[in-house]
Nanobody, 114 residues
Framework: QVQLVESGGGLVQPGGSLRLSCVAS????????MGWYRQAAGKQRELVAR???????AYADSVRGRFTISRDNAKNTVYLQMNSLKPEDTAVYYC????????WGQGTQVTVSS
């Protein structure tokens, strides 16, 4: 049974930073593409960043240069380092597996506000 558990969300002021973590279990983690999606209130979910099993990176235009996705295969963990946060980054952030994706975490709230 695949499980994805996110942590690290919270309230941060504009210009601040947060790091999200997602621990995966029940899956051959090193072989999987892993990603982060987000959903703001009243909007559709969107891909934020993705890292393939081989380390290929992809970012949404809105976060490129501010967010960094990385993975630690020894810890079955994928990270999303978020810098220079803006109010429009406020959303629930979800960890995902695969390109579908086929599994989702429960989500963690990120709120950017002064």
């Amino acid at each position: 049974q695949v499980q994805l558990v996110e942590s690290g969300g919270g309230l941060v002021q504009p210009g601040g930073s947060l790091r999200l973590s997602c621990v995966a279990s029940g899956t051959m983690f090193s072989r999987n593409a892993m990603g982060w999606y987000r959903q703001a209130a009243g909007k559709q979910r969107e891909l934020v960043a993705r890292i393939s099993g081989g380390g290929t990176l992809a970012y949404a235009d809105s976060v490129r240069g501010r967010f960094t996705i990385s993975r630690d295969n020894a810890k079955n963990t994928v990270y999303l380092q978020m810098n220079s946060l803006k109010p429009e980054d406020t959303a629930v952030y979800y960890c995902t597996r695969g390109y579908g994706p086929d599994y989702w975490g429960q989500g963690t709230q990120v709120t950017v506000s002064s």
